[in-house]
């Protein structure tokens, strides 16, 4: 069965600092693999998504992933900080291939520091 | 880019009553729709999955009879809470999906009985 699982369910940055924000999968076949943002009362916002071509993502607002097979991972990164990505970010798998249903990780909220 | 139209945004209903939640993907169709419903500082649980003109897929532990979910049109999907209770406050968000396009979520409902 595939799962996600996000490490640390708060992370704190300084503005302009180095963005790490850590997804481990699992799954049984060749996952498909999403990042979702989420700000306040809002819906969610697709970041980036690896289904099975390059394993260095990129994405939008400067957001990057690399999907690395032999450690499980998927972790999101972003070289600088800005204060508007202060959000609630998800790691998803997708269930069934490419056009199956999203299990989501349990969330990690990032804050943004001036 | 594809949007889905999810309303309302919010409601509050008395305890006993129904509240209805609609979901409309605006310019494009969607061969599948999903309903997550997302509790407090939690991620998202997926409560069904519901494909054009027919019956939906609940996930274990989901009452079918007090989430009803319409999927009458490839473009229109409601989702139906029968006699609310508070312990059914919570956000839901549907995702409209197209095989092209992916994952497209709603902005979300806040539901609050009272």
């Known amino acids: 069965a595939q799962s996600v699982t996000q490490l640390g369910s708060h992370v704190s940055v300084s503005e302009g600092a180095l963005v790490l924000l850590r997804c481990n999968y699992s799954?049984?076949?060749?996952?498909?693999l999403f990042w979702y943002v989420q700000y306040p009362n809002q819906g969610l916002q697709l970041l980036l998504k690896?289904?099975?071509?390059?394993?260095l993502v990129k994405g939008i607002n400067g957001f990057e992933a690399e999907f690395k097979k032999s450690e499980t991972s998927f972790h999101l990164t972003k070289p600088s900080a800005h204060m508007s990505d202060a959000a609630e970010y998800f790691c998803a798998v997708s269930v069934g291939g490419s056009q199956g249903n999203l299990i989501f990780g349990k969330g990690t909220k990032l804050s943004v520091k001036p | 880019g594809a949007v889905v139209s999810q309303h309302p945004s919010w409601v509050i209903c008395k305890s006993g009553t129904s509240v209805k939640i609609e979901c409309r993907s605006l310019d494009f169709q969607a061969t599948t729709m999903f309903w997550y419903r997302q509790f407090p500082k939690q991620s998202l649980m997926l409560m069904a999955t519901?494909?054009?003109?027919?019956?939906?897929?609940?996930e274990q532990g989901v009452e079918k009879d007090k989430f009803l979910i319409n999927h009458a049109s490839l473009t229109l999907s409601t989702l139906t809470v029968t006699s609310a209770h508070p312990e059914d406050s919570s956000f839901y968000i549907c995702s409209a999906f197209d095989s092209v396009l992916g994952y497209t979520f709603g902005s979300g409902t806040r539901l609050t009985v009272v």
């Open positions: 690896y289904t099975s071509a390059a394993t």
């Open positions: 519901s494909n054009e003109g027919s019956k939906a897929t609940y």
């Open positions: 799954s049984s076949v060749p996952p498909y």
